[in-house]
């Protein structure tokens, strides 16, 4: 992260934390058919991902994003506090935290559709009033970019930190929503980036690892560390300070079966690993084991503790 001498001691999320409606089916139903669900639960969703990873992998975290006052706004609030994560703006009265209805199939591939509520309404006054230490990571997510109004309003506010303040980006399947001009006046002011390596043509013009480095740091001068993410198979690592090629990394040999948490618990462990110092190659080892740990193991869709990563690397799998 820029200046790497400086401890990051705080992960501030701005954008949007709501409810996933999680359904267990065999495959995507045909339009118009009516098919029986293999199981559901509701969980919290969206930023939360990345701000429990971070939390449980040591660094601590606050949320600065709308939420409402239903039921939805208090089951968010209510799990943030269980994980010991700050939230920073106060509820919206008279309005509710939206949800996402995610279809899982076997093998843990995931379909989304949001019905957005309180989170996707952040605006710049709530941003001018946020209060961030110059030892802060803010994260921002391209789900929230993507939102018209929010998203202009985070990526004029980023424009406005102070230099010594990190900030980081996980680009996400709704990559190409995303206005061009918003991805560019982001991307100038992130210090780390992750990214799925599927979405390095559509967004940086090119498909090769270390070419995608290159332009993703023409694009992002103050880049320090970028991450590719290829899900089931691991990820490549980009030490952008030292200047060197990016590296292969790794994931565990297993079967996913809900992967509806892998990002962002991915980022969320990248981050707390920089945090500490880690090597972006080491942190990002860390990140896989994390993310597939918590989409195939007996709680699927878990986030899986750092106690919980240290067993597995010492005495399941070392990484190789």
């Given at each position: 992260m820029q200046a790497p001498s400086q401890e990051r001691r705080r992960l501030v999320f701005v954008g949007s934390v709501l409810v996933d409606l999680v359904v267990r089916v065999d495959e995507l139903p045909g339009r118009g058919a009516d098919i029986l669900a293999r199981g559901a639960h509701a969980t919290p969703g969206a930023g939360f991902d990345v701000l429990a990873a971070a939390a449980r992998h040591g660094l601590p975290a606050a949320f600065a994003g709308r939420h409402g006052d239903g039921p939805f706004g208090s089951r968010v609030e209510e799990s943030l506090a269980a994980e010991g994560i700050d939230v920073l703006l106060p509820a919206?009265?008279?309005?509710?935290?939206?949800?996402?209805?995610?279809?899982?199939?076997?093998?843990?591939?995931?379909?989304?559709?949001?019905?957005?509520?309180?989170?996707?309404?952040?605006?710049?006054?709530?941003l001018a009033g946020l209060r961030l230490e110059s030892?802060?990571?803010?994260?921002?997510?391209?789900?929230?970019?993507?939102?018209?109004?929010a998203g202009t309003?985070?990526?004029?506010?980023?424009?406005?930190?102070?230099?010594?303040?990190?900030?980081?980006?996980?680009?996400?399947?709704?990559?190409?929503?995303?206005?061009?001009?918003?991805?560019?006046?982001?991307?100038?002011?992130?210090?780390?980036?992750?990214?799925?390596?599927?979405?390095?043509?559509?967004?940086?013009?090119?498909?090769?690892?270390?070419a995608a480095a290159e332009a993703l740091h023409d694009y992002a001068p103050r880049l320090t560390a970028a991450v590719f993410r290829r899900g089931v198979d691991g990820c490549w690592a980009y030490d952008a300070e030292s200047g060197s090629?990016?590296?292969?990394?790794?994931?565990?040999?297993?079967?996913?079966?809900?992967?509806?948490?892998?990002?962002?618990?991915?980022?969320?462990?990248?981050?707390?690993?920089?945090?500490?110092?880690?090597?972006?190659?080491?942190?990002?080892?860390?990140?896989?084991?994390?993310?597939?740990?918590?989409?195939?193991?007996?709680?699927?869709?878990?986030?899986?503790?750092?106690?919980?990563?240290?067993?597995?690397?010492g005495t399941r799998w070392n990484g190789s």
């Open positions: 919206t009265h008279g309005d509710d935290t939206g949800f996402r209805v995610g279809l899982v199939e076997r093998g843990g591939d995931r379909t989304f559709v949001t019905c957005a509520g309180a989170e996707s309404r952040l605006d710049t006054a709530d030892t802060d990571v803010v994260h921002v997510s391209g789900r929230d970019l993507a939102q018209p109004g309003a985070i990526a004029g506010w980023l424009r406005t930190l102070p230099a010594d303040i990190a900030v980081s980006l996980e680009v996400g399947p709704r990559h190409d929503d995303v206005p061009s001009d918003v991805h560019t006046r982001v991307l100038r002011r992130c210090d780390v980036v992750s990214m799925p390596l599927s979405a390095t043509g559509s967004l940086l013009g090119t498909s090769g690892v270390k090629a990016p590296v292969e990394v790794p994931a565990p040999p297993l079967d996913p079966t809900d992967g509806t948490r892998m990002d962002g618990t991915h980022t969320g462990v990248v981050l707390a690993g920089l945090a500490r110092g880690l090597p972006v190659a080491t942190a990002a080892l860390r990140a896989n084991v994390a993310a597939l740990l918590g989409a195939s193991g007996r709680d699927a869709a878990d986030i899986a503790s750092a106690a919980t990563v240290d067993r597995f690397l």
